[in-house]
């Protein structure tokens, strides 16, 4: 307990002096016209948090020692990551980065997804030779699904926050003490920096970001968390199917506006303001009250998969579920302009209330 407490207390004072420095060498985020916050933001939120870990993780004794490759792959993209915030790094070498992370955690980490479980109903689906590939292809995806979200204050750490807490309740039901402790040191440091990331009435901006470093970062170790606890030295452990659930929100906004974009001939990786927040902000919602939404589906969409899991839902109910949850995301967010026209009925009877 004082090892995750620590982990806060260290998390809160890297924030705080980093913050000259970031200044000094232009680790800083400046509004423009797809980023309407108030001033320049220090992007050293991810950093703290890393070091924070670290240390915690370090001084508890042996966690360091168990998950070596992990926090060789988590420095590693978080230093691709502090480049990019610097010197806006090309896409394909973000990628490039993000693969050979993913590699890592696979080949020498030996942690990869081997059994999909029986999501179509006929049976477990085995990947066999492609499970290297399935499962680098889902690593990269998971990271940039996190990236992608972080476009509000409080969002990413927010959807960080429920998926690390949801997760760290399945590894301990499953038995994997190691993992819950390293879970909960992470869900502290990440506590600590949606406290200066959030938006209060005493504080009309956030103080610092997570940057691509923090995204990526977090991000990495979700999906290393989410692979590690399904199908890896554990029999029973959590199903991969509950785990897209766990993930839900960023994932199903990451597949819909890649499709949407390629589906109009763009990259998938070029940059817009489609996304879910900015529906529902240019629908009419306030900063707090798209922050409060979006978490409460991320968390009914995490207690579902878990709560499914735990209760032993076939899973290619789940499958079919989520199937059907995309096909609607997809459909409404395709159709955004009547979307929001419904979105605006939903605001205006919020407000009356």
């Known amino acids: 307990m004082i090892i995750i407490l620590l982990a806060f207390f260290l998390t809160v004072i890297f924030i705080k002096v980093s913050y000259k420095p970031a200044m000094v060498i232009g680790l800083i985020d400046i509004p423009d016209g797809r980023k309407n916050h108030l001033g320049e933001i220090p992007l ?13 993780v ?24 502090l480049l990019d915030d610097l010197y806006d790094l090309s896409t394909r070498s973000r990628l490039f980065a993000q693969i050979f992370a993913a590699l890592m955690i696979v080949l020498p980490g030996q942690v990869y997804l081997s059994d999909l479980g029986d ?12 499970s290297i590939p399935f499962t680098v292809f889902c690593v990269v995806g998971i990271v940039n699904a996190i990236n992608m979200i972080d476009g509000i204050d409080g969002l990413a750490g927010g959807v960080v926050f429920i998926a690390l807490v949801l997760f760290g309740v399945a590894a301990g039901i499953t038995g994997i003490d190691s993992c819950v402790t390293l879970i909960f040191i992470l ?20 103080a610092v970001f997570l940057g691509d470093a923090g995204s990526t970062m977090l991000g990495l170790f979700l999906a290393w968390i989410a692979i590690y606890i399904t199908n890896h030295h554990v029999s029973a452990g959590l199903s991969p199917i509950a785990a897209v659930w766990i ?17 109009k001939g763009r990259s998938p990786f070029s940059a817009d303001c489609e996304h879910i927040h900015h529906i529902l902000l240019r629908a009419g919602f306030s900063y707090p009250q798209t922050l409060m939404l979006i978490l409460s589906i991320s968390l009914a969409m995490g207690l579902f998969g878990l709560g499914g899991w735990y209760i032993g839902m076939p899973e290619y109910i789940m499958f079919y ?9 997809f459909t409404s967010m395709h159709y955004a302009w009547k979307t929001m026209k419904l979105i605006r009925i939903v605001h205006d009877k919020w407000n009356r209330k």
């Open 321 to 329: 579920a989520f199937v059907i949850a995309f096909i609607i995301y």
């Open 119 to 130: 999501i179509i109903g006929f049976g477990n689906v085995n990947l066999n030779w492609l």
């Open 187 to 206: 869900v502290s440091a990440v506590l600590a920096f949606i406290a200066f990331n959030m938006r209060f009435p005493w504080r009309k901006k956030a």
């Open 44 to 56: 050293t939120g991810g950093l703290a948090v890393f070091l924070a870990v670290c240390i915690a």
């Open 58 to 81: 370090i001084l508890q004794g042996n966690l360091f020692d168990q998950f070596p490759i992990l926090f060789a792959s988590l420095f590693f993209v978080l230093t691709i990551g």
């Open 247 to 263: 993930v839900g929100v960023p994932v199903l906004d990451t597949l819909s506006l890649m499709s949407r974009r390629m589906l």
